[in-house]
């Protein structure tokens, strides 16, 4: 049978109907149908072309991206898909998403337009954003440096004010000051969102941000006393190259003062430092937003890798054959499902996930307009937390699914190497992963450490409230079906998170300094902060993988016995064979276009042999029979051989 034939078959098993599915997927039937629309006009649109994209060195590539994104902006204009104002619209934001492909714009409208709307006066931003939301300037977020990226408290640019002529004088004093890192900064932005340390008199008041211009809007070349590069080739190949990460110094810049971003705290003409009435944490506010869109793009990564892997594990085929039948379809083995399918589950469930952040997110931005900032602590934890737990498990994910796919898996041809190399920095940009679950950690013990003063707990950390209940909790569980009941999955994740919390905090109340024993306790504060991340995702198949997976820590905090983990398995497997049947369709609902994919595993028609046969053949190294260096190096050794064994 011919994979074409394995694919319609799979799709006729499925038990459900895959188009509700895909409405389910797309959030609306409108956002079906406008995923659906942009997807396809992206496909068929030459420019959009990405199958070359492997074998384009730095320059080549670099120019490429800046044809697209150029052509993408022409689309956005010609097919009115901006907004009134600005492209951060669903519409703009989805044709960006299937161009798939890095670029300086991501920074511009993801990061330098956000931090001008949360950070500057009504003033600053109706001179800036105007002018960002036309794109003529082109903005990046300068706040990394050579020595400090997590540590923004130890930043070390200077912005000191100068009384004298009413401006700001931006400084690089050392050589781990310099910038390093900001997308787009390399080779495109015009301006920055800087973040530096605001000197006044003498007096640092910590790290503000400042709109910079960095480069002549005529001839693009640094202003004077501004260095700037792109920094160096990184992982992958094709992947994030296409992005001009750059460095940046300034040698004693002046900016106007009221350049710097002043709705969090201002500098008066006299030089005196004004606090508005706002948590000073409204600085970090970019950053919780992106981390909000990174949750949210988490599934979309995942689901690519694991709709590649399930449709090619259909086609695949090894061992099995009886009387010279069919061999058996590697979806077919139980270790190919114990892998796949909670992956599949887990595609699904951050999908869930990060539109319930994005409606936490919407909240506590209303909130912050009528100046209501008790739940801002609360959004920070789940962003930091969630954008922690989901970008780990995509990478990992896709990892796997390229393991799933066995040896074609590592071919640049099934998509999996790049969807790789792009997706592996998000556990490393905007807030590493630990650094940001012991934040998590943080906001438990303290919610913790306050049960006892009465304050109640709110949002993702109410089940705190029972915490008698959850420390004398024992899983009832006594057939595998038990495990099938929402309720007691969940009660289970929480008396294990819980436990976990109230541990580390006895353990922490054993050290006389706190910071001290939050060092010492750093690991068992992520595995916490991890335990309760998982609680705000659990669901059906992937809480009871996940129960699986750290079957360890619900025994060691006595939630359940070990017989109760053995029927969670038992019920894990039917679960399975139960997915099986519609593997295929679940990730059909995910409606991506074989462009989008760019995989021949993952294929829609599932006619993946005679496409890597024929896509083998195109590569550059098979434009000639004897490659270029034959007579050079390859001849004189055959040669050599040949004197040899005369000898
Ligand atoms: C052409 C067509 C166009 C089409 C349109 C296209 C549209 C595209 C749109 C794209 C949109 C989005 C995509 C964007 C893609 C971006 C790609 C990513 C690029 C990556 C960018 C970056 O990496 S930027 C740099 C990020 N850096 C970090 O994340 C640094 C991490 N460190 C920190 O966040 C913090 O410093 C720290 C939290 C780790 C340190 O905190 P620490 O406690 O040590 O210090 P503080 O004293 O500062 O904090 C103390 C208290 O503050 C609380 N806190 C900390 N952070 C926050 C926060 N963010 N919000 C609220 N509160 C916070 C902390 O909990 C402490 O609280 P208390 O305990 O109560 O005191
Ligand atoms: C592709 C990419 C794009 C980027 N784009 C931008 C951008 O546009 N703008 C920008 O400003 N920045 C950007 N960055 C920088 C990025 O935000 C930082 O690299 C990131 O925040 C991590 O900081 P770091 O490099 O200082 O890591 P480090 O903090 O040096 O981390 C190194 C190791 O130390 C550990 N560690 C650090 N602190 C602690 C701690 N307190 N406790 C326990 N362990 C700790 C970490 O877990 C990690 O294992 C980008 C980075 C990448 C890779």
Redesign the pocket.
Known sequence: MEGVDHLAFERNKAQFDVDEMKIVWAGSREDFELSDRISRLVASDPVFRKDDRAALGRKELFKNTLRKAAHAWKRVIELRLSGEFSALEPEAYKLRAFVDQPAFTD?HWG?FVPAIQGQGTDEQQQKWLPLAYRMQIIG?????ELG????VQGLETTATFDPKTDEFVIHSPTLTSS???????GKVSTHAVV?ARLIIDGQDYGVHGFIVQLRSLDDHLPLPGITIGDIGM?FGNAA?NT?D?GVLTFDHVRIPRNQMLMRVSQVTREGKYVHSNVPRQLVYGTMVYVRQKIVADASVALSRAVCIATRYSAVRRQFGSHNGGLETQVIDYKTQQSRLFPLLASAYAFRFVGEWLLWLYTDVTERLKAKDFSTLPEAHACTAGLKSLTTTATADGIEECRKLCGGHGYLCSSGLPELFAVYV?AC????????LL?QVARHLVKTVSQLSTGNKPVGTTAYMARLEQLLQYHSDVKKAEDWLKPNVVLEAFEARAARMCVACAQNLSKFSNPEEGF?EL?ADLVEAAVAHCQLIVVSNVYALSLLHKHLGDFISTGCIDPKQGSLANEQLRNLYSQVRPNAVALVDAYNYTDHYLGSILGRYDGNVYPKLYEEAWKDPLNDSIVPDGFKEYIQPLLKQQLRNARL
């Open positions: 920074l990061m990046c977020y300068a706040q990394t400090h990226g997590s540590n910038k390093w890192w900001p997308g787009g900064l973040y990184k994030y992005m990460n920095p490393t940009y905007e807030g590493d992963n630990i650094v012991l060092q750093a």
